[in-house]
């Protein structure tokens, strides 16, 4: 079973979320549309389109969405096979965590790495 196909999503608190995504837009050219964050098109070896993005995104600090992280980032990485993947992770002894989410986005689950750090991994809709 294939496991990560790639980075979904990288999100990270800010004590003060607007002036930082001002940061990354002034100095680094990123894209910061409304809603916070950034979507990256993936692109393949000539620069043409290819189905897939990735998400970056400043949140507040206080949310509690990487509970129970202490950590003040969290990545999503992209999985074939959801449900194969989180029964293989609880058969290794890895923390998973027992909620998972099923939306027009796609399926979800989360496991803390061994630093504690909340991982989530992502399944997108089929065909994205």
């Known amino acids: 079973m ?3 196909t790639g980075i979904g999503g990288i999100f990270f608190k800010a004590r003060d979320p607007v002036a930082l995504r001002a940061w990354y ?3 680094l050219g990123i894209d910061v549309l409304p809603w916070g964050g950034a979507a990256f098109t993936w692109a393949d070896e000539d620069g043409r389109p290819y ?5 970056w995104s ?3 600090a206080a949310t509690d969405h990487y509970a129970p992280s202490q950590s003040s980032f969290m990545i999503n990485y992209r999985v074939q096979d959801l449900a194969a993947l989180l029964k293989a992770l609880r058969e290794e002894g890895c923390a998973v965590l027992d909620r998972t989410d099923d939306s027009e986005y ?3 689950g989360w496991v803390m790495d061994p630093e504690g750090n909340k991982v989530e991994l992502w399944q997108p809709p089929q065909g994205q």
């Open 51 to 55: 189905k897939g993005t990735t998400i």
């Open 58 to 60: 400043i949140g507040e």
């Open 106 to 108: 796609g399926k979800f």
């Open 25 to 27: 837009q002034k100095h």
């Open 2 to 4: 294939k496991r990560v």
